[in-house]
C-alpha cells in the first residue's frame, strides 16, 4: 500500500515541461533503433543472398549440363531442389528491397505516434486548449461518462484521432489553427521549416510503400509538386520508388528535424518559464548527435536553437549552443564555418568557454594554459571529459594535450573515442565508394 503511494506522489511531481522532454527522447530513441537496425538488417542478408547465390552456382556446376547453345539441362530428379534454391535466392533478393521501405514505413509511424503524445501534453499542460475544440455530442453521449474528467479524455482522444487521420501537412496546419484561435494571436509550425518539402515527399512515398507497393501515383505527384519537392523531376505514374541508404538517410533526418523542432517550439510556446530546460534538452540531443556524426543534422537543430527561436534563458547555456555549433562545423571540417559563429560572440563568460574556443581556433598553447588555470578538480571538465568530449577530438592527437593531461592528472593518455553509429559507417564507405567511382570516370569534354 505504501509504495502505492509513494509511486502515485512520484507521478504526482513530474513537471509539466518533462511531458514534451519525454516525448521528444522516447522519440529519438525509436527511430535512433530503426536508424541503427537497418544496416545490421541489409547485412544479415546481403550474407543470406550470397550464400543463396554460391548453393545455385555449386547445385549447376555439379547437376547440370552445358549445351552448345549455352541452354542447361536439369536432370529431372533434382528439378525440385533447382526450384527451392531458386526460390531462395528470389526471396533474398526481394527483401533487398522490402525491407528498406518498411523502415521508411516505421520512421513516418513513429512519429505519427511521437505526434499523438506531443498534442496529448499539449492538452495536459494547456487545459483551456480543450475548450476551444467543437465537437457536437448527444446528450445520452455524455451521461455515459462518470464525471468530467472521463468526458474530457474521451475528447481529447478523438481529437488526437482525427488529427492523425489528415495528411501530415494538414496535421501542422490544424495544430496552427487550434493554437491560433486560442492564443489569439498567429501562430505558425510551417514557416522557417525548410525541410518540409522533404518530409512531405517522404509521407507521401510511405503512403505508395503501404498502398500500392511504391508505384507512383498522380496524388504524389500533384502533393510534391504542390509543395514544390526537387526530387520528384524525372518520376512518373506508376514508375516504382526504392529506397536506398542515401534516401534513408535524408528520410531520417527529414523526420528527426520535423520532430524534434517541433516539440521544441510547443514547450517553448505553451511552458515560457521552462525555456532555459527547453535549451538543455536540445542541447543535449545536439551533442549526442555530433559525438556519433550527424554533424548536418546537428548544424541544423543548433542553428534553429541559436537563430531561429527567442534568445531566451540563461547566457551560459546558449553560449554552449554556440560552442556545439561551431564543433558541428569544425568536425565536419568547415574551420571557416567555425570561425565566424566563434568570431560573433564574446567569449570572456569563463575558462571553459576560453579552453573550447582555443581547442576550436586550434590554438594549442593556450588551450595549455587554459588546461593548466582550470585544473585537476573541475566539477565538469574533469578527466573523463578529456578523454571523451568531441570537442577534444583532434586536439587529444597533439602531444602538447597529452603532455598537459600528464601534468594534470598524473597519468598517461588513453584513448576513449566512442564508436560511430552504424548506419553512419554504411554511409561513410557508399559516399567514399561514389567517390572513387567518379574519379575514374573519363572526364567529358
Sequence with gaps: ??????????LNQIEDYELFESAIDNFILEI???????????????????SNGKKLDKFF?????????????????????????????KSSEA???????????????????????????????????????????SFSEILKFEDIEELKD????????????????EQLKTLEKRITKLTD?????????????????VTERRNLFVHCNGLVSRQYL?????????????????DQLDVDPLYFEKAYHAIFEVGVKLGQVLWRKFLPEKIEEANLNI?????????????????????????????????????????????????????????????????SIGNEFKLAVAVLKEDYDQARQMMLKIGSNDERLDKDAYQEWPLFQKFRENKIFKDTFKELFKEEFVIRELPEKAFIGLLDQIKKKKGKEAKTEPKKK
Design 1 to 10: 500500500m505504501d509504495e502505492e503511494i509513494e509511486e502515485t506522489n512520484e
Design 32 to 50: 535512433d533503433a530503426l536508424a541503427e537496425s537497418l544496416p545490421l538488417t541489409i547485412g544479415l542478408i546481403q550474407i543470406k543472398y550470397q
Design 61 to 89: 556446376e555439379s547437376k547440370t549440363k552445358d549445351n552448345d547453345d549455352k541452354s542447361f539441362k536439369i536432370p529431372l530428379d533434382d528439378f525440385n531442389e533447382f526450384n527451392r534454391l531458386t526460390r531462395e535466392l
Design 95 to 137: 527483401a533487398f528491397n522490402i525491407l528498406p521501405r518498411t523502415f521508411v514505413v516505421s520512421l513516418v509511424s513513429q512519429y505519427d505516434a511521437y505526434l499523438g503524445e506531443i498534442y496529448r501534453s499539449l492538452f495536459q499542460t494547456t487545459r483551456e486548449l480543450i475548450f476551444s475544440l467543437e465537437r457536437e455530442m
Design 154 to 169: 474521451h475528447v481529447v482522444e478523438k481529437e488526437i484521432e482525427t488529427l492523425l487521420r489528415n495528411s501530415h501537412y
Design 185 to 201: 494571436k498567429d501562430f505558425t509550425l510551417t514557416s522557417q521549416l525548410p525541410v518540409l518539402p522533404t518530409f512531405i515527399e
Design 222 to 238: 500533384d502533393v510534391c509538386k504542390k509543395h514544390n519537392v526537387p526530387e520528384i523531376t524525372g518520376i512518373n505514374i506508376n
Design 283 to 347: 542541447n543535449s540531443i545536439c551533442y549526442d548527435l555530433i559525438v556519433t556524426g550527424y554533424f548536418d543534422l546537428a548544424k541544423e537543430l543548433l542553428h534553429f536553437a541559436t537563430e531561429v527561436v527567442p534568445k531566451r534563458g540563461s547566457e551560459e547555456t546558449r553560449k554552449m549552443l554556440m560552442i556545439n555549433r561551431a564543433l558541428s562545423y569544425y568536425l565536419d571540417g568547415d574551420n571557416k564555418g567555425c570561425l565566424k559563429i566563434l568570431n560573433k560572440e564574446d567569449w
